[in-house]
Each structure stands twice: as structure tokens, then as C-alpha cells.
């Protein structure tokens, strides 16, 4: 048995028939860490204390032949935007970074609670903005698949320690992309659950209308898994919502017969890699030859979701960021003579070059004369995107796209393009705009073996049919 490229199941499996204990599996992955990390970047912070202890408390259980958790021994690691009690939590930002929380997110209690074992801290671009993790204060992430290569954006991190098999499943956000980008370009599992599908209580904030939390894997199964555990009302997050929570694990085994599924030709026009479209169009035959109906559909306003979404998120992002002023907590200039001379220094310093970029964006578009110009139509703009979901959806009962418009870039390629590389988020950023979910999942590599993703979209609080269609899809081989 190979600890390193477990499954959940498997983990899990492993310790209730005392084939291998939880310490065994910790062990084995930071060992891990240790020979291939170095190279790869994806880890800030280890939790090794926390770690061995959540271990014996899982042996313990499993000694006595108490029945498991859902997640027991899991070793999983999660992105430094989610708070930890105790342990280091930086958001990549030299701003925050001797930030140690006094409580946990509510996602990572959760985690927790289920008996996975958190290993630490992953990085990812600074305040989570960012499409190459090469905006981390603390040190760019590399591709597995490729070391020259960026893993995608923000989340990294979360995306390179499961393809590198330094966790079994990890925590990422997703605010334009961040989650099902780099599970693309890395070639995992990355799942973004409906807004407000999963408590943001503990997640340091970057736009506040559109961040979420979900899970990367290593198969759609284990994507479905975590979304149980942290999925949920959390009375600490007023805009968690009181839906029900479905056994995602147990919805997979309908299958994905008989369901419509959407195919945009906004997604498939300009700008496309002729590699990434034929792998994504063969996909789209695979779900046809399974038994689902292909529909042609259109989401007009699609065109307009780049501009729409870097106003919205700089603006909320500038409102956000406010509160890092030095006086709290966080990082401090230590040669200010005066309160705002601080404040200036503080921010010069502790911000890096992209964060400092949004927020200048997010300011001017809420000075006087310019919020109704941009601001608010931003906003009316998305309006006119989520109405264009909704008349897609009343026809089919999910949509399959790109998850990139290519596979993983070379690192430095597009660092001194902003635009070029807001462009890399352009399938992404849609369903985050209109509130949806969405998971991607490998459907084929590049010649040069990159790996490619397919993005598959659902209604509100319907993840249970994305999941059931990547899974058919996954199972298909």
C-alpha cells in the first residue's frame, strides 16, 4: 500500500481494518513534504503538533473498533486564507505575517470534526488574488506536472500538495476561479459549492459577495465527500444558507443518464487552445454516449463578465483590505512618526504589488463621480449574467465548458501583463458572478502532457447533478 496516493476511502479503510494507523499516514506525508516540497512550494506553515495529536485520537477509536468518521486519518492540508487556531495564517501577505488566530474556520472545524487531520498551511497568491500563485509575499508555487510551470491561481497550493500527493484532499477558495483553474491546470479535482452552500466564517475576506470555500481531490467521489462535511447553515456566516444538505456520496450512484447538459458557444469562441477544445469537445461526445442529451445554448452577456468581475471584486476588495492598518494586528512599519505616516508605510510594505493594483482599482471606482459609472453598473450587468443562467437552466440541467482557455502557462510568462492574465479566468468567473457552482475535473492532457480541465456548471444548491455528471464522466475512464 502506498500511504501517498490514497484516496479517502482507502485512508480510511486502511485504519478501520488496522491495515495502517492515522499516524502512519501523517508521517508518511510529511515525509513527503520533506524530499519534494522544497521544489514545489506548496506548503507554508506545518501543523506537525496538531497533526500527531488529531493521529493518536483517530488510533485510539480505531483500536477500540469504534465505527470511524467520515474523514478519519485523512491527511489533508488547507489554503492560509482559512484561519487556524494557533497555527500561522498569512493569506501569502508579509502584511499578515505573524498572524496566528485564536479560532478556527468553521470548514476547518468541521474537517476536523470528521477526524481529517490537518497538516498545514498552503499557499497561494497574496489576499487570494491572483491566477499563477506567483503573488505569494513568501515564494511562488510550481506545477507538479511541470516545474516551469505555474499551478493556476490563487489557490495553488491547495491544487499542487493533492497533485503531488502531499494530502489526500485540500481546502481552497474560489472567488473568480481560484479553485477550478489550478484543479485544471494541475490535473485534480477542484469543486466551488454554490454561494452560500458553505460557512465563509473564518475566511479572510477578499470580495466579500462572491469568495467560497471548497475541496480539491483526487476523484470526484472524495470532492463529494468533503462538500458533506463542511456543507451546511453555520449560525457564525448570516449569508450561509438553510438548505438541505444531500449525501453527495450517495447521489453519484444515479448516475448521469438522461440529464441535459448545456454546451455555451460563448465558450468556445475566440482565444480557445486548439488542444484544450478538442479535448473538452471529445468529452462532451463521452457524456453524449452515456445517455446525456447535448443542448445548444447561449449566455449573451458572457462578453462582459471580465470587466463586470474586476470591478466588483476590486471594489469589494478595497473595502476589505481597510482593515490592515498596522494598529491591531499584522504587520506594523516600525520608522512612522505619525498615525498616517504609519498607515502609509504599513500598506507600502506589507501589500504586495497585485494587492496594491486592486485595491487602487477598487478606490477609483467608488470615488465620487464613478460609482454609478462602474459600480453600479457592474452590478446591474451581473444581473443581466445570472438572468442569462437562469434561462439556461430552465433548459438543461447543467452546463460542460472549458475550465481554461489554456493548459498551465510558463512561470513569469504573464507577469507583466495583468490583463493577459485576468484573462486566464475568463470561463471561471461567471459562475461566481451568478452565484452558481461548478467543479472541474481532467478530461486529457497537451501533447507536452499537461493536463486538461472540464468545467461543468450547475444550478443553485444543485451540486448534487455536477458531481453526478463528473462522476459518470471519471468512471467512464
Given amino acids: 500500500m502506498n500511504p501517498n496516493g490514497l484516496t479517502i476511502d482507502a485512508a480510511r479503510s486502511a485504519i478501520q481494518e488496522r491495515k495502517a494507523t492515522a499516524f502512519d499516514l501523517v508521517d508518511a506525508h ?13 506548503y507554508l506553515t506545518l501543523s506537525k503538533e496538531r497533526a500527531l495529536e488529531k493521529a493518536e485520537q483517530i488510533d485510539v477509536l480505531a483500536r477500540k473498533g469504534d465505527p470511524l468518521p467520515p474523514l478519519a486519518g485523512v491527511p489533508v492540508g488547507i489554503k492560509d486564507v482559512l484561519c487556524t487556531r494557533g497555527v500561522r495564517t498569512t493569506a501569502g501577505s508579509k502584511i499578515l505575517g505573524n498572524f496566528i488566530p485564536p479560532y478556527d474556520c468553521t470548514a476547518v ?31 511562488p508555487v510550481h506545477n507538479p506536472r511541470d516545474l516551469s510551470r505555474v499551478p493556476g491561481g490563487s489557490s495553488g497550493g491547495s491544487a499542487a500538495a493533492v497533485a503531488a500527493d502531499m494530502a489526500v484532499a485540500t481546502l481552497g477558495s ?17 469543486l466551488m459549492p454554490t454561494y452560500g452552500r458553505v460557512s465563509r466564517y473564518g475566511l479572510i475576506a477578499f470580495a466579500s459577495s462572491l469568495d467560497r470555500i471548497g475541496p480539491f481531490s483526487k476523484n470526484v ?54 488542444e484544450v477544445r478538442a479535448s473538452v469537445e471529445a468529452a462532451i461526445q463521452k457524456l453524449a454516449s452515456l445517455g446525456c442529451e447535448i443542448v445548444p445554448i ?52 506589507g501589500f504586495g504589488a497585485e494587492v496594491k493594483r486592486r485595491i487602487m482599482l477598487g478606490t477609483y471606482a467608488l470615488s465620487a463621480g464613478y460609482y454609478d459609472a462602474y459600480y453600479l453598473k457592474a452590478q446591474r450587468v451581473r ?49 461566481d458572478l451568478a452565484g452558481i457552482c461548478g467543479i472541474s475535473i481532467p478530461c486529457g492532457e497537451t501533447k507536452e502532457k499537461l ?3 472540464m468545467q461543468i456548471l450547475g444550478k443553485h444548491f444543485d451540486e448534487s447533478t455536477i458531481l453526478r455528471v463528473a462522476h459518470a464522466y471519471e468512471q467512464a475512464g
Fill in 30 to 42: 510529511y515525509e513527503k513534504i520533506a524530499h519534494e516540497d522544497e521544489k514545489i512550494g506548496a
Fill in 109 to 139: 472545524a468541521r474537517m476536523e470534526s470528521a477526524g481529517a487531520i490537518v497538516l498545514g498551511k498552503l499557499n497561494c497568491d497574496e489576499f487570494a488574488m491572483g491566477s499563477s500563485n506567483e503573488n505569494s509575499a513568501w515564494k
Fill in 174 to 190: 474560489d472567488t473568480g476561479g481560484s479553485i477550478r483553474q489550478p484543479a485544471s491546470f494541475c490535473g485534480v479535482v477542484g
Fill in 221 to 274: 467521489k472524495d470532492a463529494a465527500t468533503v462538500l458533506g462535511v463542511i456543507a451546511g447553515r453555520d449560525p457564525m456566516d448570516s449569508t450561509s444558507a438553510e438548505t438541505p444538505v444531500p449525501d453527495y456520496a450517495a447521489e453519484l450512484n444515479k448516475g448521469a443518464r438522461g440529464l441535459r447538459v448545456g454546451v455555451a458557444k460563448e465558450y468556445f469562441g475566440e482565444g480557445l487552445d486548439g
Fill in 298 to 349: 447561449s449566455l449573451p452577456h458572457m462578453k462582459y463578465a471580465i470587466p463586470v468581475y474586476y470591478i466588483i471584486a476590486t471594489v469589494e476588495a478595497s473595502s476589505n483590505l481597510v482593515r490592515f492598518d498596522g494598529v491591531r494586528y499584522g504587520y506594523r512599519a516600525k520608522d512612522a512618526r505619525t498615525l498616517s505616516q504609519m498607515y502609509r508605510r504599513t500598506r507600502d510594505q
Fill in 383 to 431: 444581473t443581466l449574467l445570472t438572468r442569462d443562467f437562469e434561462e439556461a437552466f430552465k433548459q438543461v440541467d447543467a452546463i460542460v465548458t472549458p475550465t481554461s482557455p489554456t493548459a498551465a502557462f510558463k512561470l513569469g510568462e504573464k507577469s507583466d501583463d495583468p490583463l493577459a492574465m485576468y484573462l486566464a479566468d475568463i470561463y471561471t468567473v461567471t459562475a
Fill in 451 to 453: 493536463p486538461i480541465g
